[in-house]
């Protein structure tokens, strides 16, 4: 199985993530290994760095470069792209135009939102929603992640109705730690309204860009080819600018024909929402 993924803490020394220079090599042949084909990093730009965006572009903008010219004196065979974690506040629904398309996945109108964990609040989704009339695509990233979420799935249908792109975590859905969390993003892939699964790796030991395992899940519990739409058709979209396919349409015709999609409480609702096709405008 192939993989794109588009959700990474790579570069090293820029975030969280990738520690030094050596963990990024570590986790680009990890990449590797498990058939990652491309890689676009994904730093985080924080609340605080909202406030001087710029420079921390400046700063990512020359890491990655460092990180492409790595990846071909190693002759790695991975194709690296560039966007950021934006966490979203409403400042950022102020700062121009030239800076936000910066801030998008290798120059795409797609965008990785993220919302905060602890101050939660209705208006965030609005805003995220709000967002797509500055032209870009927002992808909410990780969702499970939100108690609020959990709490009532309907905000996140909300955002899926509003042509709002949804990420879940690979990780999310390995069942070792966080049982609830890993139940909740498989509800959530079989009710169709997760576009993409990433691995939103942030090391080489624990947070590890291997998505194969999830792959696996997905595939058994829905299907091989509904698992290649999340990590690899969609994603690919993605970095080629072009509109993705709603998972709805693809699970509903595997629903007619596999039993074990049985209805859950997600269904019904999803289905509703996806009454029709979306794409991208
Ligand atoms: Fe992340």
């Given at each position: 199985m192939k993989f794109v993924d588009?959700?990474?803490?790579?570069?090293?020394?820029?975030?969280?993530?990738?520690?030094?220079k050596e963990m990024t090599e570590n986790m680009l042949k990890t990449a590797v290994d498990s058939g990652t084909e491309t890689i676009v990093a994904t730093p985080h730009m924080n609340r605080d760095e909202n406030k001087d965006i710029s420079e921390t572009i400046k700063k990512v903008k020359k890491r990655f470069r460092e990180f492409k010219a790595l990846i071909k004196e190693r002759e790695v065979n991975i194709k690296p792209e560039l966007g950021y974690e934006v966490y979203f506040t409403y400042e950022l629904m102020r700062i121009e135009n030239s800076l936000l398309s910066e801030l998008t996945i290798d120059g795409t109108t797609y965008i990785l939102v993220e919302l905060p964990f602890e101050y939660f609040s209705p208006t965030l989704v609005e805003g995220i929603i709000e967002l797509r009339k500055r032209n870009v695509d927002p992808i909410l990233v990780h969702p499970e992640r939100v108690r609020e979420f959990r709490e009532n799935p309907l905000l996140l249908a909300d955002l899926a109705n509003n042509d709002v792109v949804v990420q879940v975590n690979s990780e999310s859905l390995i069942d070792d730690t966080d049982t609830e969390k890993a139940r909740f993003a498989l509800r959530l892939i079989k009710s169709g309204v997760v576009h993409i699964v990433a691995s939103d790796c942030h090391d080489d030991k624990n947070r590890i860009p291997d998505m194969r395992a999830a792959y696996e899940i997905v595939a058994k519990e829905t299907s091989p080819y509904f698992a290649e739409l999340l990590f690899y058709e969609n994603p690919k979209r993605i970095i080629e600018d072009k509109p993705i396919t709603e998972p709805s349409e693809v699970y509903y015709e595997i629903l007619d024909n596999k039993s074990k999609f049985s209805k859950s409480w997600f269904i019904d609702m999803a289905g509703k929402i996806y009454s029709k096709l979306r794409g991208k405008k």
């Open positions: 588009i959700h990474t803490h790579i570069l090293w020394e820029v975030d969280d993530g990738a520690k030094s």
